[in-house]
């Protein structure tokens, strides 16, 4: 029997545990300690939770289609005493539009998409205006467009399925904060509570999102991930853009339908301030200085728009290469990490899950190979980066 306590009960967290709770191998106890239930500051509630298969690395791209899969099947997967959970998955594809400064990069991520099997096309300006007429092709060179298996689901509602599912397989929700391990040599033994508590353990996940760099802390693990916040805002725009993917312009803004309106948002550019764990409020400077102008500039309809709420949460931030951490360091062998998906996390949960999950259960990756994000890349120094952040 083994005891596993996972901290951090967000979309990894959860995920980790229903995969655990559904692997067939495992036996054993199953704790996950979220110190708030009501997920108000957690990534996995303040998520734009759109999924894809554009990345520029093939490991991401593999997990995206697991999750995909997941997402299409979950109403079956996550039912629970006959309640299925509708997790109100589109696939209207992404757009990624790129200048002729970013076309050799489009075009080899393109080449690595299709040898992936992911279902992408590259156009032309010509073929982009036939197929979006509200889109101005001013200044691109080409756009990469998710034909199938890319757009959105509602990210909050997968949390509380995989939560709700989870519980009704047996496992234990603990709603406290954990403060730190305690140690049989180099093995974490248990996981301390705020109220002195001692959750004894074999295996200790950290699934802290934002936060994560602290528990490897009690450990004496430097995990360098941060919390780096990221504003999203929400317009109403009159003229319809039929057909809207989700673009990511050539300036890095994006944009995408939600119900009648759209989201929209911006990651810091290079060189911007982009401080650790700063006060979720939102900049509207943002908006007015550099994503309306970029949205107004691509489709023109966006010159007329409405601002009608933001929000602000935090991407659990990989310093070192902007992708996830995912096993134990090599230091401490029964902590495992899960850890600095960099905002695409979300679409990665189930992916990360079964992974993590085989890793306990089995003692190494059985379905997809994992360990091009392990933890040993970053202890070596070698990066593995995936070009296409949002
Ligand atoms: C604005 C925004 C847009 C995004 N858009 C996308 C997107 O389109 N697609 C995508 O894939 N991803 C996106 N992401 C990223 C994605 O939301 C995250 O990668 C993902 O939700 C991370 O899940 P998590 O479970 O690791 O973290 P969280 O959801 O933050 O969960 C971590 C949990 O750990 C708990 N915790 C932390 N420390 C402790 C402790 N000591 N004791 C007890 N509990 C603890 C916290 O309370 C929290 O609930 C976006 C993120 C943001 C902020």
């Known amino acids: 029997m083994q005891r596993v306590v996972i901290v951090g009960g967000g979309a990894v967290g959860s995920s980790t545990a229903y995969h655990l709770a559904v692997h067939p191998r495992f036996r054993g106890n ?7 239930p009501t997920y108000r500051i957690a990534s996995s509630s303040l998520s734009c939770s759109s999924i894809r298969q554009q990345f520029s690395t093939p490991v991401n791209i593999a997990m995206s289609q697991y999750g995909l899969g997941f997402l299409r099947r979950a109403a079956e997967a996550l039912e629970v005493d006959g309640d299925k959970p509708q997790l109100g998955l589109r696939e209207p594809g992404y757009l990624f539009l790129a200048s002729a400064s970013g076309l050799d990069v489009l075009r080899d991520n393109h080449a690595v998409q299709r040898d992936a099997g992911a279902d992408v096309a590259l156009l032309q300006p010509s073929e982009l205006k036939t197929r979006f007429p509200w889109l101005s092709t ?27 599912k989870a519980r009704k397989l047996g496992v234990t929700y603990v709603a406290q904060d954990a403060v730190g391990f305690t140690r049989a040599g180099e093995r974490i033994s248990g996981v301390r509570l705020a109220d002195g508590t001692v959750l004894d353990c074999d295996v200790a996940v950290n699934a802290a999102g934002p936060w994560a760099a602290r528990v490897a802390e009690w450990a004496g693990v430097d995990l360098p991930v941060r919390a780096r916040k990221r504003m999203v805002y929400v317009i109403a725009c009159r003229t319809p853009l039929p057909n809207c993917p989700l673009v990511i312009d050539a300036t890095g803004v994006f944009f995408r339908q939600e119900g009648l309106g759209y989201v929209c948002g911006r990651s810091p550019g290079e060189g911007e301030p982009d401080p650790d764990e700063p006060p979720l409020d939102v900049d509207d400077a943002m908006f007015h200085d550099y994503v309306w102008p970029a949205m107004a500039t691509r489709a023109p309809a966006f010159e007329e728009l409405k601002m009608m709420s933001s929000w602000a949460g935090y991407y659990e931030y990989n310093v070192f290469d902007q992708n996830g951490i995912i096993g134990p360091h090599p230091a401490v062998p029964n902590l495992i990490f899960a850890n600095g998906f960099s905002g695409h996390g979300i679409q990665h949960s189930p992916a990360t899950g079964r992974g993590v999950a085989e890793l306990i259960a089995d003692g190494g990756y059985v379905s997809l190979d994992l360990s091009p994000l392990g933890f040993s890349r970053v202890v070596a120094g070698n990066k593995l980066i995936e070009r296409n952040i949002v």
């Open 30 to 36: 199953i704790v996950v300690v979220e110190r708030d």
């Open 138 to 164: 001013d200044g691109i060179a080409a756009g990469s467009l998710g034909l199938s298996g890319e757009g959105w689901f509602d990210g909050p509602a997968m949390l509380q399925a995989l939560r709700r």
